[in-house]
């Protein structure tokens, strides 16, 4: 008995329309389903039924990770062009229904959540760049990326969305600042390299002070134990030649002599060491009495202190 092709027809639509309830969701990503446009619920990754014609898919939201490239300009407190390119990460903050609605209905599409997005970042990287100078700007990157966490954090929750991370890749200024900072560098390297040398050489000339005046004061040492050392053995010599004249003329003495032979003895040995040790031609002596007399006087008179010592 065969079917009539208008029940056939109808088993197949209704078939159809069974089987258009299912619904895939990718993984990594969530279904918003709406009820004659009110939000109903959230399908997970998987297959899914909704109720066809009644339930429909208003959005997928992927919760997977994004980025966002940004350039734009900002002018520093001292009037310079301040150009920055930036990387933005960010992902959908949780999967909960709250967060899901705010994400899903809180722009009209995509588009104007970003244009808002990198609005914000914008503006809040200007104002902060325009409270500094652009000597400071490159140093205060790190600065700059916790600003823009800390305005962003609050702003992006309400959004549904939250930031993992912002990297200012580069930080560039007009041509003619670059020139400057680079003549400025320069000119600071040159300073210190002199400031350098300065010290260098002013190191350099207090050792060598130094070392001269130790070496003076060690020369100075050495010749005063030096003329102690000649003071020394000159007295020793001059003792040592009073006490052998003083026993010299105990002896005569003693053997019934007159010590004045020992003194003319000295004398003449004297005068015989002047005319063999002498360079001259010439030797001049008083030898007259009183000139004799009075040699023979400062003679007696080395003989007494040798026998006092």
Known sequence: MELPIGLIILGVIILLFIFSGFVTVNQGSVAVITVFGKYRRIM?????????????????ISIQNRSAELEFQAVSQDQ???????????AVFNQADETIKNVAFKFVDERSFMQALIRTIEGTIRSFVATKKQAEILGLRTEIILEVKKHLDDTLAEWGYHMIDIQLNDITFDEEIIKSMSRVVASNNLKAA?????QALLITRTKAAEAEGNAIKISA????????????????????????????AKEMTDADLDASYLLFSMWTEAIKHFSEQSKG???FLDGSVDGMQKTVQQLMATIKLGEKA
């Open 80 to 90: 310079a062009n301040v150009y920055f390119k930036a990387m933005l990460l960010y």
């Open 281 to 283: 031609n010439v030797i």
């Open 44 to 60: 997970a990754p998987g297959l899914n039924f909704k109720i066809p014609l009644i339930e429909m898919v208003y959005k997928r």
């Open 194 to 198: 002199a400031e350098n040398e300065g």
């Open 221 to 248: 040492l050495a010749e005063k134990e030096a003329a102690m050392q000649r003071g020394q053995g000159i007295a020793l010599f001059r003792e040592e030649v009073a006490k052998g004249m003083a026993n010299a």
